[in-house]
């Protein structure tokens, strides 16, 4: 069972917007601003997309943006595109020098 | 440009023991924390076990129960993760990861490595 929880699927159309939850507790999420988020592709390695709660690596698009109020934080796509589709992964420090990862979100681009 | 390169996986009976390696190259291995990641087929990621920059602190997620343990080699820029008591649950692909220092994430993966468990 994973730590955090996500919802299982979301979809959009081309350039609209999407928002990914992810919940925790006041152990993770809440606790400390080290919350990331990755993109996965289908047979790929995950991608670094979001981290420290709203910080953009290098080269990631400003349609990505991250943020969070309590035991939740959010991933933010907006300007859908076809190469958006994938899986996202939030992931959180969770103290005591371990992480947590949510469950998963399936991204379909309609 | 930096590059993770796990090996080590195949398939393996239940009860087992396999080590996974990972070579890192393209950046200062021995300044940064490293990580390993599984993935379950068609499940989601799961992290497993982190390691200081020095290899003197080491830390597992809770379902590892002893049976894990991550090393590594700053001489040989190479991580390590020795797998012992293999069981079903544990076939996945596993991933090194490297931190992202400072940040408490991590930027550069490895393409990964299966680990089957199967009589």
């Not at chain 1, 035991?71 to 076809?82: M, R």
Request: glycine residues 12%; aromatic residues 10%; neutral net charge.
């Amino acid at each position: 069972q994973p730590a955090l929880t996500q919802p299982r699927s979301v979809s959009g159309s081309p350039g609209q917007s999407v928002t990914i939850s992810c919940t925790g507790t006041s152990s993770d999420v809440g606790g400390y601003n080290y919350v990331s988020w990755f993109q996965q592709h289908p047979g790929k390695a995950p991608k670094l997309m979001i981290h420290g709660v709203s910080k953009r690596p290098s080269g990631v698009p400003d349609r990505f943006s991250g943020s969070k109020s309590g035991n939740t934080a959010s991933l933010t796509i907006s300007g859908l595109q076809a190469e958006d589709e994938a899986d996202y992964y939030c992931w959180s420090y969770a103290g005591s020098s371990t992480w947590v990862f949510g469950g998963g979100t399936k991204l379909t681009v309609l | 440009q930096v590059q993770l390169v796990e090996s080590g996986g195949g398939v393996v009976q239940p009860g087992s023991s396999l080590t996974l390696s990972c070579a890192a190259s393209g950046f200062t291995f021995s300044s940064h924390v490293m990580h390993w990641v599984r993935q379950a087929p068609g499940k989601g990621l799961e992290w497993v076990a982190a390691i200081s920059n020095d290899g003197n602190n080491r830390h597992y997620a809770d379902f590892v129960k002893g049976r894990f343990s991550i090393s590594r080699d700053n001489s040989k820029n190479t991580l390590y993760l020795q797998v012992n008591s293999l069981r079903a649950e544990d076939t996945a692909v596993y991933y090194c990861a490297r931190d992202y220092s400072g940040s408490w994430t991590v930027d550069y993966w490895g393409q990964g490595i299966l680990v089957t468990v199967s009589s």
